[in-house]
């Protein structure tokens, strides 16, 4: 009877391995090789270096070295929407930028750029990891699939003229700006003169004068060596921008089910590990900055305030013509207040 039943037990189990492999089989099975060329702006080192490499190195474990994730960084694929408009087109199959960069095919994606919407990153990561950010990630423009949010940090204020302390710091400043309407208005706003400009083109403008600032999170600023032709840096943290990953649509629709699940998880797991490197950059990037000769202004938080109260009228009336288009952008203001009024 114990040999029956020993017999029995290597029968089943000898059944559910054969099943077991079979099926994983099947799965790989459906996964091809590929190789998809990742584009960013920033460099290698950077924050969104690190999770582009973070990605590739998950999607290669998961699809057993099937497909290849290689990064293209420093904008050698061009700016950011040039490699907006790449995507697509199936040229270049992904990128991760600020949502606000693509406000000019999806209207929506302005409530990102809103001065002061966030007041640090927990308030940030509970709305996009919710319903509000969800429904963000399925309004990107035609062309292209958003899978999740990385993080990009605060941005603050730079500039090769003078310390930023309190707003009237800011008068007549030529600062480079996003490529993006309610950032030129806000800033203008701020008392500032707005210079709408890729990326790409940024520190060659700071080096020769053409603007006198910008504003990028601290980690970039050290990364991109803007300390090199700037002096003067300080803590305005008045925009909060994720970084929202893309995946061409002319690759994920050629993706299998299989293949579609293990990117999609590629990028989740990624996220949770980007944002950690990403905060521990900008939180290093001070000091090293610091050893470079700038000079670093801590704005108060009332100072904060008062910038906020600046740029009121501006939000307001972005807010409400974006809502006349979508109700979604009153729906994320709802969702940071409802998570504010619980702590």
Do not use: C
Request: proline share 5%.
């Amino acid at each position: 009877m114990k040999l029956f039943n020993l017999k029995k037990s290597l029968a089943i189990a000898i059944s559910i391995s054969s099943l077991m492999m079979g099926q994983a089989f099947a799965q790989n099975a459906e996964i091809k090789e590929r190789t998809l060329k990742f584009a960013y702006v920033q460099p290698k080192g950077s924050h969104m270096g690190f999770g582009v490499e973070k990605f590739a190195e998950l999607v290669a474990k998961k699809s057993g070295n099937k497909i290849i994730v290689k990064g293209y960084p420093d904008g050698s694929l061009g700016g950011d929407l040039n490699v907006l408009t790449s995507l697509q087109g199936g040229t270049v199959d992904m990128t991760t930028m600020p949502p606000s960069l693509m406000v000019g095919q999806a209207k929506v994606y302005g409530a990102f750029s809103i001065h002061f919407l966030f007041n640090d990153f927990k308030e940030a990561d509970t709305v996009l990891d919710g319903p509000v950010g969800k429904k963000f990630l399925e309004k990107t423009p035609k062309g292209v699939v958003g899978l999740t949010y990385w993080d990009h940090g605060f941005r603050n204020i730079s500039n090769s003229k003078r310390s930023i302390a309190k707003v009237e710091d800011i008068q007549g400043l030529k600062l480079r700006v996003l490529q993006e309407p309610l950032f030129v208005d806000s800033f203008s706003a701020l008392g500032a003169n707005p210079v709408p400009l890729a990326f790409t083109e940024l520190y060659s403008a700071m080096e020769t004068k053409a603007v006198d600032g910008q504003d990028n999170p601290i980690a970039a600023f050290e990364a991109n060596k803007f300390y090199e032709v700037q002096k003067y840096l300080s803590s305005t943290r008045h925009v909060y921008q994720p970084l929202i990953v893309l995946i061409s649509s002319k690759a994920w629709d050629q993706f299998t089910p299989a293949e579609k699940k293990l990117i999609q998880e590629a990028a989740n797991e990624t996220t949770i590990e980007q944002r950690k490197v990403s905060r521990g950059m900008d939180a290093k990037a001070i000091d090293l900055v610091k050893k470079q000769g700038v000079i670093f202004t801590d704005v108060s938080p009332q100072e904060r305030s008062r910038m906020r109260d600046k740029v009121k009228p501006v939000t307001d009336k972005y807010l409400q013509d974006m809502n006349a288009v979508d109700p979604l952008p009153a729906e994320l203001v709802k969702a940071v207040e409802a998570q504010r009024s619980k702590k």
